[in-house]
């Protein structure tokens, strides 16, 4: 499939995890009048009506990191070899990844950790249209205008749990890490040992709204089936991007390269078990894929294609028809980390 270029198997290559990607993490957003944090409300507008789920929500590392990450001795390592003294500012390569900003007092500033709206969209545009039940209530809101709710909460920018191209879009923005100076001057790691359906379900499970907080169930099996294929497909895209922007023969590249050829590797086994086109598509694309130092434009046009696919068959499939990858789709034991515990769960 890949052409492996020698640097990728030679001395350079990292041992253990293998770690992550993305370009702009919210590059998908859509087109709105107000800069993305210009609509960002804060995660306290949201925990207004949505209580449990913030309560869960602040029990994870994306809220933690907040005050824990400039603190730690690994972060101001970090920081001094990349010439910054003070971290905690909307104005570092940091800020995108670690923490929410929004303008407050005409200033854009951190105001959170990674919170409700890096992962479901600034929330400004959206947040009264998806919760006034078209000006009724939950029993008198027709089914077509609780359709037309939805599609202009879509519209201002929600993205909704069964969103999964967008949502997986978005975590991998940050959990791969295209930077290579970051990685290679600054030290950090090129991203996480991630996997959509192990890292939703475990700590940052908070599937209790609808289940008036009494409970927090798994994501249903048709959204893990499809959370597996898709969160696959954009973990290759993502890396084949990410490899794209390498210019050094060093960890970074190193480190993407192995990472886009164990998604290839992950994503062949999925297409063995479907056989769909959009599977074959996407494995159709990266056995294009160069993976040399200083080829990003080849590696950008692999993706787009692999990323077509996978909003081809987010659109198409509702995960019933994927019953065949059930059994390669990680279980509990591999879930990161528990949900804080919520109606006696
Ligand atoms: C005024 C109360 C209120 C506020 C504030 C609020 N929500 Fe909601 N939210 C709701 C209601 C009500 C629903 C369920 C609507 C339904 O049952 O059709 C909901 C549903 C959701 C859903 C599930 C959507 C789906 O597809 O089922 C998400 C995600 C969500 N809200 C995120 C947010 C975020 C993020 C914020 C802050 C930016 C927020 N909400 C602020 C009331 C609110
Ligand atoms: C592209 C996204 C991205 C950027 C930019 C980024 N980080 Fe990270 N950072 C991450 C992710 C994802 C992790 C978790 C890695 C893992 O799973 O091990 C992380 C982990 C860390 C950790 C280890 C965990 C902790 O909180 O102690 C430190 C320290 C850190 N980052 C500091 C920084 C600093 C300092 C900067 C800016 C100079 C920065 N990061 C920029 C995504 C990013
Ligand atoms: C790391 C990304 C992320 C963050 C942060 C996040 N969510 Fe979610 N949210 C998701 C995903 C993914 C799902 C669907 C999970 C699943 O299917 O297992 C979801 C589901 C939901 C739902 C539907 C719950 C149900 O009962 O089905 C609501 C409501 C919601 N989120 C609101 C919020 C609010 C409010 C916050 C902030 C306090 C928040 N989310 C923070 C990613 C996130
Ligand atoms: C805005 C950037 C951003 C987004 C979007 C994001 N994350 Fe994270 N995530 C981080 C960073 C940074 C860390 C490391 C925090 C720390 O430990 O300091 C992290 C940590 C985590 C952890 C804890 C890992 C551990 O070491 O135990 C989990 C689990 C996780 N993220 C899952 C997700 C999932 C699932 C999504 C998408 C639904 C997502 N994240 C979206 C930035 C992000």
Redesign the pocket.
Known sequence: MFRFVRWALGPFVVAGALSAIVTAARAQAPTQSLSAEQSV?G?A??G???KV?TVIWQHTHHFASFRAMPRSPKAQQIGAKMGLSRLREASTICARCHFTSAVQNGQLQVITGVS??SC??P?NG???I??S?SGKT?ATETAAE?AE??RRSEAAG?????MIYKIAKNCYGCHIVPQEKLVNVGGHAAGSPFEMVSWTQGEIRHNT??TNGQSNPLAPPNIQRKMYVIGAAVELSESLRAVGKATQNATYAVTMARRAQAAAGRLQAINNALQLPETKAMMAAVATAHLNLNNGPQLNSVADRIDAAAQEFDRKYNGSQLGAIDRIIPGPQYYKGHPYPVGGQ
């Open positions: 409300v995660p507008a949201c207004k009506c949505h789920e409700c709206e479901h969209g929330g959206y947040i009264k998806h919760s039940f939950k609780r709710r939805w929600m993205i909704r749990p069964d709204w609808y």
